[in-house]
């Protein structure tokens, strides 16, 4: 069962980025998959963890091409991976004081990546593909 679903529609025509996208997709859907289990609780702590260091790669994947090929909306786009990543930093907080955290995670997750990449990634596909990117 998932909870988030790659669609061909998401792809925005870079195939490493695209692939980063499908993973953060996957690590979602292990969190959901393990909530269903009733063991959610027990994976939390390493599902955030483990996605904190993807989307960090992944954001440095992208903020990389951003410089590379002079995207002109790079600094915004990257402003919105630092909010990101503090509400990533403020669940892995709270993880010790309430660990029944696991649906807001999931929620958050599934609503953030599906958004983000349906407006924020799909707004320079257009631009990469000017490019040869890896």
């Known amino acids: 069962m998932k909870i988030a679903v790659w669609k061909p529609e998401l792809s925005v025509s870079v195939k490493s ?6 993973k ?7 969190l959901f998959e393990a909530m269903a289990k009733g063991k959610g609780k027990e994976i939390i702590g ?10 960090i790669f992944h954001f440095n994947r992208e903020e990389t ?4 090929t002079n995207y002109a909306m790079g600094a915004e ?3 919105e991976h630092q909010i990101f ?7 892995k907080n709270n993880l010790s ?12 997750l599934r609503d953030w990546l599906l958004n983000h990449i349906a407006k924020s990634d799909k707004a320079y596909e257009e631009h990469f593909k000017k490019f040869t990117l890896a």
């Open 17 to 22: 980025i695209d692939e980063d996208h499908q």
């Open 24 to 30: 953060l997709f996957d690590l979602i859907n292990q």
């Open 46 to 55: 390493s599902a955030i963890e483990e996605l904190e260091k993807y989307t």
């Open 65 to 68: 091409y951003f410089r590379v």
């Open 77 to 79: 786009h990257s402003r």
């Open 85 to 91: 990543k503090q509400k990533v930093a403020e669940f």
């Open 97 to 108: 004081s309430n660990s029944s955290i696991a649906p807001d995670v999931l929620t958050f």
